[in-house]
């Protein structure tokens, strides 16, 4: 498996719920990939996707999805506000019954997830994202 870091255009769809999240471009879809960070708004971030590099090739190749070197990567992450970051216990939709429940690893432990709100017109959305070290200021 290679590690490829993209930025990407993002979308917001609202829920019948009054809720809403973000949508990834379709390429994305049934990929292994996790939230870097997210502009405010919701109109883009960066992600890390893991996967074959045949599959991070078709990746760069699409209009929404702009591959990050590892220059590239720390100068838009700069650009980025720094995310205010807040932990929660994982979840899993249990596919019989459709409810949550608390994610474990193998050991049986809860697993804890780092999550960045994200202001998108009147909705408050939890993207969970890779936990990033604690940026200084200079």
Known sequence: MAT???QVVLQVRALKSAEAQ???P?????????FVVVKDGGTEGIVRVEEPESE???IAHTNDCKKLTPKQLTE???GYPAPRLKYRFGRVKDPVSGHFDIATDAKGNRVVEAVQ???AGFYMIDVP???QPARTSV
């Open 4 to 6: 490829g870091y993209f």
């Open 22 to 24: 973000l949508v990834a």
């Open 26 to 34: 379709r390429i994305l879809d049934g990929l292994n990939f996790t």
């Open 56 to 58: 991070l090739k078709k």
């Open 76 to 78: 838009a992450q700069a």
């Open 117 to 119: 709100t994200v202001r």
């Open 129 to 131: 994202v890779v936990e």
